[in-house]
């Protein structure tokens, strides 16, 4: 039996082909195909949302490494703890009056879930988040005290990526659905932190971005391209959930065998077509390093720039400290901070979560 976590709202389904089916219909399925993202789209983002996001802070980290400079932008300080909150704004500021009133609903594990809950309750838009039943509470619960209605079905992570990636989507939910990773407003939402940090950092050599659906790496690399064509983009990934690496080795998209860490807010089995298309011409590599790296870099921010990061926000950090992605000026993306306790207790202990 699945049992409901004390004073939230949410819903159990049982059975996923309650939820889910395989061949696309009409009615209230929605199909989102990743239209072109452009450079204006960004700048238009950035100038609908600057009243409701502030921009993130870039700061030095505090580590000696011989002709080079990293930098986080610490986007784990926004209002939800997570990036995640730019793209959920901006496809809000962009629904009707109609829409709006009829609410809207994604598919998320977690951060994705919290910043559409946040942007909704500015405005009191109905929302609705369907969760694998791993999802963590410590994502999760935000959300719902936010408003949103929590509908879980127990599929396991592996399966629940593959429904993201497919798009089989919920025919039971109604209003619009907001991918979290493919829509193009939200990914536009995400290209603003390059902006950012070219206006910040304009001598930025190298920008390391952990990869995860591959929304955030399209989307700053658009517009850091678009302005700064010589600024190297390299993706962080992690062992044993690090299909983009594995796609540019073979030259097109590959699955691969998934084996998940503490590092929970990236890696799959695969990655889309429509994001690897598009990142493949702008990524130089994905850099892949160890739970224990990312152990290593994550106790590295807390105790040495009082940062306190989620797994995937320090896989940036961890790919840098390698040396792979340069010398010179190097921006790490600190995607988030979402973590649970226990996790970073066991990590400044010197542990290595399971």
Not at 29 to 46: G, K
Not at 225 to 251: N, T
Request: aromatic letters at 6%.
């Amino acid at each position: 039996m699945w049992q409901d976590m004390a004073g939230t709202t949410e819903t159990m389904l049982e059975n996923e082909r309650d939820l889910y089916h395989a061949n696309i219909k009409l009615g209230n399925c929605f199909i989102i195909y990743m239209e072109p993202l452009t450079y204006s789209a960004i700048v238009s983002a950035q100038d609908r949302y600057h009243a409701l996001v502030n921009p993130s802070p870039l700061m030095l980290l505090n580590v000696n490494i011989p002709d080079t400079k990293i930098y986080l932008k610490l986007e784990n300080l926004q209002a939800i703890g997570s990036f995640k909150l730019r793209g959920a704004i901006n496809a809000i500021c962009k629904l009707t009056p109609e829409q709006k009133r009829e609410g809207v609903w994604t598919a998320s594990k977690g951060n994705f879930a919290r910043g559409l809950a946040w942007a909704c309750s500015q405005e009191k838009i109905p929302c609705k988040v369907v969760v694998p039943h791993s999802a963590p509470a410590a994502k999760i619960q935000p959300a719902i005290d936010l408003g949103v209605e929590v509908i879980r079905v127990p599929v396991s992570l592996e399966e629940w990526m593959g429904i993201i990636f497919d798009g089989n989507l919920c025919e039971r939910v109604t209003g619009t659905f907001i991918h979290p990773s493919f829509a193009t407003d939200c990914i536009a939402g995400n290209g603003v932190i390059g902006l950012e940090i070219l206006d910040t950092l304009p001598e930025v050599d190298s920008i390391v971005i952990p990869f995860g659906g591959g929304g955030l790496t399209h989307g700053i690399s658009t517009a850091v391209k678009h302005r700064k064509p010589e600024v190297q983009i390299y993706a962080a990934e992690v062992e044993g959930a690090a299909p983009l690496k594995a796609s540019l080795s073979e030259g097109n998209t590959v699955f691969i065998d998934c084996h998940h860490s503490f590092v929970d807010g990236i890696g799959s089995r695969t990655v889309s077509e429509e994001i690897f298309r598009e990142v493949r011409k702008v990524v130089k590599d994905s850099i892949v390093v160890s739970p224990k790296e990312v152990a290593v870099a994550l106790r590295l921010l807390v105790e040495n720039s009082h940062v306190v990061a989620e797994g995937a926000g320090a896989a940036s950090v961890a790919a840098a400290m390698t040396g792979m992605a340069g010398k010179g000026n190097i921006v790490c993306i600190v995607t988030g901070g979402c973590i649970d306790t226990d996790v970073l207790v066991k990590i400044l202990q010197g542990e290595l979560p399971s």
